[in-house]
């Protein structure tokens, strides 16, 4: 079956769907301002808001979560038109509300425009409003991926909150590191293969048994020591604390 899609937005998420997907299933792409997309063919190009005359198997709304309903409420859509958003943290009867036919397809992954992704390795998680949809949204969905799941809004939610924790925090932990680093004119790059390395023991087996450092051996000689290093980072001092607080209490559970 050839399914066709029409994208709303001109972000991350869309520019990556239309790379996956490609001008072959993509036939519009629905944006605020042409003149500043780079990364979708002109002639796919919209400024208008009027998607009555578009026949597409489903329509994606790839914006902001808190421009979701923005789009919702001021787009025109055919009557029965399956529209999907891709949002983690956006509950389906925000769309459902509106319209009968709707979906998520939620792609679990940091996107950026200028990073390239392995698309048929990436997590997708997908939800329809009745069995019909969901099929549909599911088969668009293997299109982009191999590994493409169910999961309802509740479920997604909190995967949405476990992801956040497991790449943003870790990311503005490693502009800690940065910060650090810099001082001394060292390279964080020497710190990938340990990054690495500790990913793959944090997924073969318990996260606890992950975990060393000082904090874990209560070696409490080396955190001062630490801490005084960090004299002039106090932010960065207090974070310390905080994890190693935490650290030292899971090892008195283990």
Partial sequence: MSLKAAIIGGGNVASHFFQALTIKVVSHVFVRKIDSQEHFPKELLREDRDLSNIYVDLVIIA???DQILNVL??????AN???????GAVNISVVLKKYRRCGVI????TLSKSVKVAYQRMP?????SDAEVEDLVFKFAKLISQEVSFMDS???KVMHLAAVIASNFTTALMLDVEEILDRQAADKRLLAPLMNQTIAKI????VKNALTGPAIRNDV???EMHMRLLDDFPDIQQRYVLFSNSIQKISSEI
Avoid at 73 to 78: A, D, M, S
């Fill in 81 to 87: 038109q399956l529209i999907v958003h891709t949002a």
């Fill in 73 to 78: 409420e001021t787009y025109l859509f055919q």
């Fill in 221 to 223: 000689k080396t955190m």
């Fill in 203 to 206: 997924f073969d087996g318990k």
């Fill in 124 to 128: 997708i998680l997908v939800e329809g």
């Fill in 106 to 109: 939620y792609p679990l992954m």
């Fill in 63 to 65: 914006v902001s979560d």
């Fill in 154 to 156: 509740a479920r997604r």
